[in-house]
């Protein structure tokens, strides 16, 4: 496993090879406007370095995600054709993503 951080402090990441998973973790407890530029290049950088592997956000103390934040993630799927896994997902965002019918692009997991 390797873990690492970026931007600041903006994120952190650990990726688990056998699995070609990337693990994402965030420092705030939301995500909004203010994160557009950084998750954009957190998620363009981990996609260079790790092609084809499943991402998994762990959203433990994330309480609310604004729709700039949502829509970054939401191209990602879309233009990588892959869909993205949420672990620890508090009850808001899950919430978010059910009425959205986002289920195609993220599955929530326990």
């Known amino acids: 496993m390797k873990i690492c951080g970026y ?19 965030f420092r705030d407890n939301r ?15 981990l996609n260079e370095q790790y092609p084809n592997h499943k991402y998994t956000l762990d959203f433990w103390n994330i309480d609310g ?7 970054v993630f939401i191209k990602f799927c879309i233009d990588k054709d892959t869909k993205m896994y949420i672990i620890r997902c508090k009850p ?4 978010i993503v059910d009425i959205l019918e986002l289920d195609e692009l993220f599955v929530i997991e326990s």
């Open 31 to 45: 995500l909004h406007l203010d994160s557009f530029c950084d998750l954009k290049d957190l998620l363009n950088d």
């Open 7 to 25: 931007k600041n402090g903006f994120a952190s990441y650990y990726t688990i090879e056998e699995k070609r998973e990337v693990v994402i973790s």
């Open 92 to 95: 808001l965002v899950k919430k």
């Open 65 to 71: 995600i604004g729709s700039t934040a949502l829509g």
